[in-house]
């Protein structure tokens, strides 16, 4: 069958146009409405894993006090937190809610290649959600066997949640992978097909080069995921041994023989650690736009941003056992594990030092949600060069397992992703909503979030300095831990505390101004990209109007010499930029003849 | 502007929090002064990198900041910065990895003056083995595991008859003796960690692991479980004690070979008969227990369990102060002054006829169940008998008001703060499980309920 | 262009409209074609981590190897006969033809139908036999491969139905030929997936 482009199909495109309001909200195919919903959900299930970090941040800050946490309490709360966030809340915001979002917009094309699917994907992502949210109120509870999930340990007597909890968990898993994989498919495909008229590879906005690399990423890690998963549920409900060897559980031998714990863990990193750049790298991308655009600047070595998220995506496959240096593995992959492990940080510092070059010589506009991104590069540079300490494998050895761990991983997985995703709500918030939010409670925002956030992890760092252990519900009468390391932890609860409180701020921003904010410019910002041109603002269904846009320049043509404006949008063609220096641009103008 | 000066400050701020900071490594016990080494470098490496970027940002945010008239400068990429910064990166990584690498290769090839040891870790407890005259340890296998077999060794395997098996969380090291510590475990993922030599090594059940150090100061420091192991990981503690090398033989020497824990002088149940007669006047005739004398019931409980209490009672970590029925116990516990007596009694009590306690606590019982499921039954198991394998007495038919008063001690730190009760220690933890006493009440009486 | 010029230009420096109607970096074929490799490439993904983890869990001590049932190679007979009707199915409608479609298009599902129930019948000689799938990891990976092969085997049916009913119903070849296409290539790609879990059952 013929091949027919994009542009051509799309006069006889059949567009799904709702009928009904539950066609319009609810069982919608628009990605605006999807990546809504997506986003909507993985709030929502961020929110609770927030509500379980603020109860076990209690028990450790005030041991006495605190006294409705208990031990198992204590594990499935770090449990169902670390996978919440990880997997529920940040994969799912930034790829099923910002890439949903984003894609189509940024690439000027109506809708996602597979619309139905894309509807599936937010429903089944709905399913694993209430299979996870199940478990809470299942007997024994949810599993309490650590996010890793590490055989033989999940499913044994001494676990929290080890009989339904863990079954349930597994399924959720798997359900959300087949969710992921649903929207993936429609990420790829229409990065790569369905990109508006002269819209190269190279003239994307790096958020789609960060959401499309962390999708191919997400499809091939996953996997790895679904078949550790699969493997441990035949050895949990049929009495296989894949992960299981001979244990003894309370003092009788269980039927299993030979099995290896470690297997599981390679599967289970061979996901995990790409998982780390899922959602990092669409991140990065952002919190790329969000910085050229407030700095007035296009984002200094674009060419060497795509192909740091190319290496970094590619680099990803091949570190997976740093995790495991002291898992018992055959000590010899730590050479080649850890020198992966350091290569991979030259791409990414060059991230860095680009974002900060953007800055240089710009023009910066500290509008809210640049402090938000500025505020990441802080913390990113913190967590990522914590990283090379752990990377570095005999480093690892004192501290794998203790405070520095979780201090590192929370600033670059956690905190900076978290900063750039406050950042691109607010950067793109007018867009979406069509109305502007409040700049003063946005800025408030902002300074507790980050100075609170920073006050939370930079102390965890020398916890784990001293050797105080993770995962320790109390850590008891210790000889080298000083009575001082128990203070630390009270005062780092209590700004986990403040932090979280002043995440109300931000919903009631988010949400007053959604009802009272004043009206919004198309283009508020002056943004060169393809979504703040669209004809409506909040764009509707089809998003382009009768026409599809045509892209005549790459996204970051700001304070370009000789142009009037500080910006010109993808979609102006080189004739138009000088005479068009005394009007605003118009929005999605048509391709006239000579450009083409 | 405020954004670049509280990043301006946020450098400096965490400067002076680094060294201002009480909370740093250990000092150092073992000959990893090369970790250290790594860490150093990779420390001031990094330290350079964060202030200089930082320092940086916060230099361009300042600088500029948005000004009426200023146009940002159109600069699309500069390859030979790039290029340059890329190559400055890898200099910087290349003086913090070739480092690293060496002193792993030195981590993964123990010297062959390494002297063998074995780390088991089982839930949630830590034992030891040391190799006999031979010098080899014997193969083990969870296939063998029992009660007078902890570790699973081998019985028919000859090299491990003289293996001196510490049955105790507390294991012994000679000073400026190289060591390579074999890690075993029985049932899930344990990590062995001392903080104080740097080097920590999973135990994988179905393999063995080895990490190794060569302890170079003298002391007495904390093990930890750092590999989540289940609802105990983290009372799973123990202690080593590094001395010199003749303190370790006596020590070393003074603890039974797994041959002599095979064959037990047979105990002598008279002689136990004899000596319990003491004890009948509290504990009554068949070890029913007596409320108004404050003595529990005793017939029915783990025999093991008998024997760990009474030396706990004569070497006073039980029944210190605060525990005034407790150290009533010390003076006729002292009463029995060899093993064998402890062996014996503990004996002839296992004879008694086991007949539920009569039940005196009522509370909610449905509470009870919630709070004993989620955190007791794990080593108390489901139906409250105990097991060794867990240190763990038994509960369900035992006098309830007994329960309440030992929970109510370990939480008010009357019971387990001793150093010689690491089992006391774990239950001084584990007990917050219980709020108050109108749980611990709830708690006591759905284990009534268990029998 | 190839990739590589793609991804080393320099976007700011070329201006206008590049690449006429569909930009570069466009595969030019249908979207479904290019969901349908990578959703191939995810498939595979999924079966070489369960080799990699057949291959590992093979060097441990425990293993037994299970000697397959000789049926196995009708099996494999069957599956080359609906992947050669598929294929002859797909030349037919290309040519937009219609004489012999609907033999070779049925045919190649109920041959995909057969060479799944042919694969319950071994699993059920194995079961009599008392190679059970917890007895040893050699049978659970059996079981498990193959079982995971029969699934995606039922999911491109579930596509082929669709298919079917349309051409029931009186749809027109070209109605369904990229269907019969996509289908076409899953069912070589399940054909190659099933030699490949064969061959490494057999001889190991």
């Known amino acids: 069958m013929a091949y027919v482009p994009l542009a051509d199909q799309d006069q006889e495109m059949e567009m799904h146009h709702p009928h009904t309001w539950v066609e319009k909200y609810v069982f919608s195919q628009d990605h605006k409405v999807i990546g809504v919903q997506y986003g909507g959900l993985a709030v929502f299930t961020g929110i609770i894993g927030l509500a379980l970090s603020l109860l076990f941040r209690l028990q450790l800050g005030f041991p006495e006090s605190v006294d409705f946490v208990d031990p198992n309490f204590y594990y499935q709360a770090v449990t169902m937190h670390g996978m919440i966030m990880v997997v529920y809340f940040l994969t799912a915001l930034f790829l099923g809610g910002f890439g949903n979002y984003m894609i189509p917009l940024m690439l000027g094309a109506r809708d996602m290649v597979f619309p139905f699917l894309n509807m599936m994907s937010v429903w089944t992502f709905l399913i694993s959600v209430v299979i996870l949210m199940a478990s809470f109120f299942v007997s ?3 599993t309490g066997a650590g996010w890793t999930l590490y055989p033989p340990q999940t499913t044994m007597a001494g676990t929290p949640g080890h009989d339904a909890g863990i079954i349930l968990m597994l399924v959720s898993l798997a359900v959300f992978v087949v969710a992921f994989t649903m929207g993936g498919l429609n990420y790829v495909v229409t990065i790569l097909q369905y990109r508006c008229r002269g819209m190269t590879l190279m003239r994307m906005p790096l958020t789609v080069w960060g959401v499309f690399v962390a999708t191919v990423l997400g499809l091939f890690a996953f996997p790895a995921l679904l078949v550790a998963c699969i493997m441990m549920m035949f050895d949990t409900l049929l009495g296989t041994s894949f992960f299981m060897p001979a244990v003894i559980e309370a003092g009788s031998p269980l039927d299993y023989e030979g099995g290896s714990p470690i297997l599981f863990q390679h599967l289970f990193w061979f996901f995990g650690h790409p998982e780390v750049y899922i959602v990092a790298l669409p991140a990065f991308g952002l919190v790329s736009d969000v910085l050229s655009v407030h700095a007035r600047k296009n984002i200094f070595g674009y060419r060497m941003m795509v192909w740091a998220i190319i290496a970094i995506g590619g680099l990803s496959f091949i570190v997976w056992a740093h995790h495991m240096y002291v898992s018992g593995m055959n000590p010899y992959f730590g050479f080649f594990f850890a020198t992966t492990t350091l290569i991979i940080a030259v791409p990414t510092a060059l991230k860095v030092y ?216 993808q979609t102006v063609p080189e004739n138009e930029v000088l005479a068009a220096s005394n009007d605003n641009f118009e929005t999605n103008k048509n391709p006239s003849p000579a450009a083409i | 502007m405020t954004l670049a000066v509280v990043i301006f400050l946020l450098v400096v701020g965490s400067i002076i929090f680094h060294f201002a900071s009480p909370w740093w490594f250990t000092d150092i016990a073992s000959d990893w002064g090369s970790i250290d080494f790594t860490i150093n470098v990779t420390f001031w490496v990094t330290g350079f990198v964060f202030v200089a970027c930082n320092l940086f940002l916060a230099y361009c945010v300042w600088k500029f900041r948005h000004k009426e008239g200023h146009k940002a400068k159109y600069e699309p990429e500069n390859a030979k910065l790039e290029a340059g910064l890329s190559i400055f990166t890898t200099l910087g990584v290349v003086a913090m990895l070739a480092p690293g690498l060496f002193v792993w290769a030195t981590f993964v090839t123990p010297p062959s003056d390494a002297l063998e040891y074995e780390v088991l870790g089982t839930q949630w407890q830590w034992q030891f083995r040391y190799p006999g005259a031979d010098g080899l340890l014997g193969t083990a296998d969870t296939g063998f595991v029992s009660e007078s077999n902890p570790f699973g060794i081998n019985p028919e395997d000859p090299n491990g008859q003289d293996d001196v098996v510490v049955n105790d969380p507390q294991m012994h090291l000679a000073i400026n003796q190289p060591v390579k510590a074999l890690l075993r475990s029985n049932d899930v993922l344990h990590n062995y960690t001392v903080p104080q030599f740097r080097v920590k090594m999973d135990l994988v059940p179905g393999l063995v692991s080895y990490l190794w150090f060569d302890p170079t100061k003298e002391g007495t420091y904390d093990i930890m479980c750092q590999e989540l192991c289940g609802i105990g990981h983290f009372v799973m503690r123990g202690s080593v004690t590094v001395q010199s090398q003749e303190e370790f033989d006596t020590w070393l020497a003074s603890q039974p070979t797994f041959s002599e824990t095979q064959r037990p002088a047979p105990p002598d149940l008279s002689a136990g008969q004899a000596q319990y ?128 008063t030992q929970i109510s001690n370990f939480r008010a730190g009357i019971r387990g703060n001793h150093p010689y009760d690491d089992y006391g220690e774990q239950m001084v933890q584990m007990a917050t499980a219980m709020g108050d006493l109108e749980e611990i009440n709830d708690v006591a009486a759905y284990i009534n309920t268990l029998r | 262009m190839s990739l590589i010029e793609q991804v080393t230009d320099k976007p700011w420096e070329r ?48 293993w037994e190897p299970l000697s397959e049932p000789a049926q196995l190679w009708f099996n494999t007979g069957l599956l080359v006969t609906s992947s050669i009707l598929f294929q002859w199915a797909r030349n037919i409608v290309v040519r937009n033809g219609k004489s012999n479609l609907y033999t070779s298009f049925f045919g190649a599902g109920i041959f995909a139908i057969l060479f799944i129930a042919a694969q319950l019948v071994s699993w059920s000689y194995l079961q009599a036999g008392g190679f059970y799938l917890s007895s040893n990891p050699a049978n659970a990976f059996y079981y498990l491969l193959t079982g995971l092969h029969a699934l995606h085997l039922v999911g491109g049916l579930w596509f082929w139905s669709k298919s079917a009913i349309r051409l029931v119903s009186g749809g027109e070849p070209k109605d369904i030929r990229l269907s019969i296409e996509l289908c076409t290539i899953y069912w070589h790609f399940l054909l190659l997936v099933w030699i490949v879990v064969f061959a490494v059952l057999s001889n190991t």
Not at chain 2, 318 to 338: P, V
Not at chain 3, 16 to 42: D, M, N, W, Y
Request: proline share 6%; glycine share 10%; net charge negative.
């Open chain 2, 277 to 404: 007669a003491t004890c009948a006047a509290c504990h009554g005739a068949n070890g029913e227990g007596n409320r108004a004398l404050n003595a529990p019931k005793i017939a029915g409980q783990q025999p093991w369990y008998i024997e760990r209490q009474l030396n706990h009672f004569k070497q006073g970590a039980r029944g210190g102060a605060g525990d005034t029925n407790g150290s009533q116990m010390t003076a006729f516990a002292s009463m029995l002054t060899t093993d064998e007596a402890v062996r014996n009694i503990s004996a002839y009590i296992a004879t008694f006829p086991d007949t539920p306690a009569a039940t005196t606590i009522a509370g909610d019982i449905d509470n009870g169940f919630d709070i004993y499921d989620r955190n007791c039954a794990a080593c108390h198991l489901d139906n409250g008998s105990g097991t060794w394998y867990t240190d763990a007495p038994k509960l369900s038919g035992m006098s309830d008001w007994y329960f309440v």
């Open chain 1, 140 to 142: 024994g509870g949810p």
């Open chain 1, 354 to 569: 680009n974002w900060i070059f953007t800055l240089w010589e710009g023009d910066i506009r500290l509008n809210s949600p640049m402090y938000f991104a500025i505020g990441f590069i802080f913390t990113f540079i913190h967590g990522g060069l914590t990283g090379l300490f752990l990377g570095n494998v005999v480093i690892d050895l004192p501290l794998s397992d203790t405070y520095f761990v979780v201090a590192h991983f929370h600033l670059v997985m956690g905190v900076s992703p978290i900063l750039v995703l406050f950042a691109a709500i607010y950067h793109w918030f007018p867009k979406i909503s069509g109305r502007m939010f409040n700049e003063k409670l946005a800025k408030v925002h902002f300074w507790l979030t980050f100075l609170g956030a920073y006050s939370v992890f930079l102390p965890l760092h020398y916890l784990g300095f001293l050797g105080v252990p993770r995962r320790y519900y109390a850590l008891g009468n210790t000889d080298f831990i000083p009575l001082s390391a128990q203070d630390l932890n009270s005062t780092v609860t209590v700004a986990a505390l403040i932090v979280a409180a002043s995440q109300i701020l931000f919903f009631v921003n988010i949400i007053g101004s959604l009802k009272w904010g004043k009206k919004a410019d198309p283009n508020p910002w002056g943004a060169a990209s393809l979504e703040w041109q669209t004809p409506d603002t909040p764009p509707v269904h089809g998003n382009w109007g009768d026409r599809l846009p045509t892209v005549y320049r790459w996204a970051y043509d700001y304070s370009v010499p000789g142009a009037a404006e500080d910006y010109i949008p």
């Open chain 3, 15 to 62: 201006k206008g409209v590049i690449g006429g109607l569909s930009p570069e970096g466009t595969f030019k074929t249908q979207a479904e074609r290019v969901a349908l490799i990578f959703f191939l490439i995810i498939a595979s993904v999924v079966f070489s981590l369960f080799m990699v983890s057949y291959y590992i869990r093979m060097e441990l001590p425990d």
